[in-house]
C-alpha cells in the first residue's frame, strides 16, 4: 500500500522559513518522480514542485522559484520542501505526491503565513 506522510507544517511570520518532509512507502521510491502540490483556501490543487528520481532534476511553480527549494533522501525513502521567505499566499494544505495533479497524495500537511 502506498503511504505518504507529511510533516512539518506550522504557523510563521512573513520571511520566516519552514521544512516540510513526507516519508514515502509502499512503493519504489528511487525511482519515482516525486511532487508537492498545495491547496489555499478557497482554490483548487496548485502543482509546486517536481523532482526527478535519477538526477534530481527539479522544476518550480513561477511564484515559488528561488525561495522553495526541493530535494529527497533515496535512502531515507523522504521528500523534503525548504521553503524560505514565506508569503501570506504561500497559506495552504501541503501534499507530497506520485503524480502532477496530486490525485495520489498523503494527508497533508498545514502552512499558515501570517503576521
Known amino acids: 500500500e502506498v503511504q505518504l506522510v507529511e510533516s512539518g507544517g506550522g504557523l510563521v511570520q512573513p520571511g520566516e522559513s519552514l521544512r516540510l518532509s513526507c516519508a514515502a512507502s509502499g512503493f519504489t521510491f528511487s525511482t519515482a518522480i516525486m511532487y508537492w502540490v498545495r491547496q489555499a483556501p478557497g482554490k483548487g490543487l496548485e502543482w509546486v514542485s517536481r523532482i526527478n528520481n535519477l538526477f534530481g532534476t527539479t522544476a518550480y511553480v513561477d511564484s515559488v522559484r528561488g525561495r522553495f527549494t526541493v530535494s529527497r533522501d533515496n535512502a531515507k525513502n523522504t521528500l523534503y520542501l525548504q521553503m524560505n521567505s514565506l508569503e501570506t499566499e504561500d497559506t495552504a494544505v501541503y501534499y507530497c505526491?506520485?503524480?502532477?495533479?496530486?490525485?495520489?497524495r498523503g494527508q497533508g500537511t498545514q502552512v499558515t503565513v501570517s503576521s
Open positions: 505526491a506520485l503524480d502532477i495533479k496530486g490525485v495520489r
